[in-house]
């Protein structure tokens, strides 16, 4: 049983006859006729009831049309699928960054990538960079976005970015109005310092021990966000990355640049064995385009 005589087939059904499918399928009425003959004659069926030069369905043709219109509408989406897919209408990008790219970048992100390609599919997961670096090099996500302090072969980064960290104090501080805080400035005031294990962390602190101050810390906390809401309570002052910074309500915590200029790292990864779909391969292109408009970040070369 051959395509062709499908489709003729069903144009003899949808049309009412052999002369009028013969015309919309702009081919011979022998020809039709032929090819009904010989699906006849392979399937043992007999599909029409000739009088003269009409034909009448037979019930085994009507239940052979309800199978071929549902193989039709098979093909039909199948076609659709690939068209939607081609044309990046269908399809799904899977993306975990650490807090505080969720907090910040991420939203701007997605909303950018989905006024683009609104019926392309987005799921975002929040984790730890440790996790995230996993996550990436098992597969299990298209893109994360988050510190890689050492190379890993299964990850691919795609570009790298930074930016400084700033003290975040409560609302109304006397320190409030400088331009900006050192080590020694700090000296005597109470910190919200974030966790010890982060790269960020031991970066602020061979800041205050290269300027010979040891600091005040109150609270150790992750992620920063939470160290940023400590500081609106007046629980002590916060260093954290800018990025978080600018999203904490400025009615609440006064942002003051941190000297000297502490770099927040983070990285865009994909996986390095994984051959990137033509979404994730857009979506890359708009994750590059935000981050780089962002006014707080900065490419590393």
């Given amino acids: 049983m051959k395509e062709r005589q499908i489709e003729i087939f069903s144009a003899v059904m949808n049309y009412g006859g052999i002369s009028r499918a013969s015309d919309m399928l702009n081919i011979s009425q022998p020809a039709v006729s032929r090819m009904i003959a010989d699906l006849e004659s392979e399937t043992g069926l007999q599909l029409f009831r000739r009088s003269g030069r009409a034909v009448q369905p037979t019930p085994e043709a009507h239940q052979l049309k309800r199978e071929v219109d549902t193989f039709f509408i098979g093909l039909d989406r199948i076609a659709m699928a690939t068209e939607e ?51 990436i090099a098992s ?34 501080h006397p ?23 982060t790269e960020t962390a031991r970066r602020l602190a061979r800041a205050f021990a290269d300027a010979g101050v040891k600091p005040r810390i109150q609270i150790e906390s992750q992620p920063s ?8 309570e007046g629980l002590g002052i916060a ?26 790292e983070f990285k865009l990864l994909r996986p390095a064995s994984a051959t990137p779909s033509a979404v994730a391969q857009k979506f890359t292109e708009v994750a590059h385009a935000v981050l780089d408009a962002n006014r707080h970040a900065k490419r590393d070369a």
């Fill in 85 to 135: 897919i081609r044309e990046l209408r269908r399809g799904h990008v899977r993306l975990t960054v650490m807090p505080a790219i969720a907090l910040s970048v991420a939203p701007t992100l997605l909303r950018a990538f989905t006024e683009r390609h609104p019926t392309v599919k987005t799921t975002l997961d929040v984790h730890t960079s440790p996790r995230i670096a996993e996550l």
């Fill in 139 to 172: 597969g299990q996500f298209d893109l994360g976005i988050g510190h890689l302090p050492e190379a890993r072969p299964e990850v691919a980064v795609l570009s790298a970015w930074h930016v400084d960290c700033v003290c975040v104090l409560p609302a109304g």
């Fill in 239 to 264: 260093i954290v990355d800018a990025l978080t910074a600018a999203v904490v309500r400025s009615d609440t915590v006064t942002v003051v640049p941190f000297a000297p200029a502490t770099p927040f």
């Fill in 175 to 197: 320190l409030s109005g400088r331009d900006q805080l050192t080590p020694g400035d700090l000296a005597d005031q109470t910190l919200v310092a974030l966790s010890y294990h």
């Fill in 225 to 232: 966000y939470a160290a940023c809401a400590m500081a609106a």
